[in-house]
T-cell receptor, first 114, second 115 residues
């Protein structure tokens, strides 16, 4: 079974600064997807960024980028120029290419300090 | 753009009652997933449907059942409710798996409270 581990239960960042959230995963599959989801206080699950395992290039979406290290099974999220609206719970998630169910990590609660 | 619709948004039931949660996927999405998120926990996969057939099953209790209908909407039926069933229930939908990119789009969730 696949597992996803987020070792940072809580993190904080100053507004306009950069923060990196860590995620590691374990799988025996060669083809899979990795995601970061944001869950603000509204509890809505919002997709932040996606990475296909077969792509070597790290995904980027505006201020959000990932550092995908396939051999190390590491998938960290970097948030640049942090904004107050970035404050939320961030979940790292995995899905296999054959079975698309998502397996989530325990989450990292990010606080943004004005 | 159209999003995933879930109804009701809030539901209060008593122990041993039944509940039905509904999910309307994004148009042209043919795969539906159900997740349960307890207080302070990460979402847990319950069950999924592709083209009206069950495709994967996770940690769904035997007291729960689900189905996907011809219009692709899905319903999660929960019987003999227990206090521990109190949670936020998400439905998500995705593109056809043969052409998909793995992305799932989540609805706003149904908050179920069992008293």
């Amino acid at each position: 079974a696949q597992t996803v581990t987020q070792s940072q239960p809580e993190m904080s960042v100053q507004e306009a600064e950069t923060v990196t959230l860590s995620c590691t995963y374990d799988t025996s599959e060669s083809d899979y997807y990795l995601f970061w989801y944001k869950q603000p206080p509204s509890r809505q699950m919002i997709l932040v960024i996606r990475q296909e395992a077969y792509k070597q290039q790290n995904a980027t979406e505006n201020r959000f980028s990932v550092n995908f290290q396939k051999a190390a099974k590491s998938f960290s999220l970097k948030i640049s120029d942090s904004q107050l609206g970035d404050a939320a719970m961030y979940f790292c998630a995995y899905s296999g290419a054959g079975s698309y169910q998502l397996t989530f990590g325990k989450g990292t609660k990010l606080s943004v300090i004005p | 753009a159209a999003g995933v619709i879930q109804s009701p948004r809030h539901l209060i039931k008593e122990k041993r009652e039944t509940a039905t949660l509904k999910c309307y996927p994004i148009p042209r999405h043919d795969t539906v997933y159900w997740y349960q998120q307890g207080p302070g926990q990460d979402p847990q996969f319950l069950i999924s449907f592709y083209e009206k057939m069950q495709s994967d099953k996770g940690s769904i209790p035997d007291r729960f059942s689900a189905q996907q209908f011809s219009d692709y909407h899905s319903e999660l039926n929960m019987s003999s409710l227990e206090l521990g069933d109190s949670a936020l229930y998400f439905c998500a939908s995705s593109w056809p798996t043969h052409s998909g990119n793995g992305e799932q789009y989540f609805g706003p969730g149904t908050r179920l409270t069992v008293t």
